[in-house]
């Protein structure tokens, strides 16, 4: 057995010590984005220092909470907070969460962040769905010995973003009166911003967001088998001829501005379910 499946069942055991119930769907909430959790009928909440080997967030914005129970009827876990790259983590540990909700059994993941617009059409507190994605974080974590009870050696990535996710959000949108953008996300290592050069190059090559999440956790759950639907929060505008500066603060009060369109989507997606 190897240190991937090894880290993943020491934290479902722990986690099966104060839950028993199923998992149909896996939640991973980003930076600002954590009240929807309390939309979730707990049975159970689990802070990550009482997980073995799981890693704790350095971020004051990232609870650090696996809520176990039900959202809109069904079964959901929900990892309230993530860790990053740039935090000083290695890619097993930002991507274990996504390995324990399938081993809990959950064969939907829906990951939530805050990324940067690069599209003249972005508006702060836009949501846009993440219809593909570009790995400019200089790693895969799936690099190294495969563990073949996890995932296949060479897995494909011609829809890492559900299709069918995606035209069910667009449908909660329309329903609800709700502005929505699709989109192809950047993922860079972070923590700085980038310069007028980088946002002109990501719009060069096709980037819509910039954000320094999500990609290694959507390889994961292609890896694993799951169907994953991508919602991004517009947190600034990222046009290279009209930049203004930004604050974390800014990007936070964005995010938790814009968790009400946020919770409807992800609500009504999981109740289509």
């Known amino acids: 057995m190897g240190e991937k499946k090894r880290r993943v069942d020491q934290c479902v055991a722990a986690v099966r010590r104060r839950w028993e119930g199923e998992v149909g769907i896996g939640i991973i909430l980003g930076t600002g984005l954590g009240a929807l959790s309390e939309q979730i009928e707990a049975e159970a909440v ?34 309230d907070g993530r860790v990053h790259l740039y935090e000083g983590f290695s890619p097993l540990d930002v991507t274990l969460p996504v390995r324990i909700l399938r081993a809990l059994g959950a064969e939907v993941l829906v990951v939530s962040n805050v990324a940067g617009g690069l599209s003249a059409s972005h508006e702060v507190g836009d949501v846009s769905l993440i219809e593909d994605h570009i790995n400019l974080m200089g790693m895969n974590p799936l690099a190294g010995a495969n563990d073949e009870a996890l995932g296949p050696r060479f897995p494909d990535m011609i829809e890492p973003y559900d299709h069918g996710l995606i035209r069910q959000a667009e449908a909660v949108a329309l329903e609800n009166g709700i502005k929505l953008h699709r989109g192809v996300y950047a993922g860079v ?75 409807t989507i992800v609500m009504g997606v999981v109740e289509k379910l």
């Open 46 to 79: 689990i802070p990550y220092s009482d997980i073995p080997t799981m890693p704790e967030t350095t971020l004051e914005t990232h609870a650090g909470r696996l809520v176990l129970g039900k959202l809109a009827g069904r079964p959901v876990a929900a990892m």
């Open 189 to 263: 290592l972070g923590p700085c911003l980038e310069t007028r050069a980088e946002y002109r190059y990501l719009r060069t090559i096709g980037a819509d967001l910039v954000g320094m999440s999500t990609v290694p956790e959507v390889i994961v759950a292609v890896h694993s088998g799951m169907r994953t639907l991508g919602i991004s929060v517009v947190s600034d505008r990222c046009l290279p001829d009209a930049l203004e500066p930004v604050s974390i603060e800014t990007i936070i009060r964005a995010g938790r501005e814009a968790e009400p369109k946020l919770k």
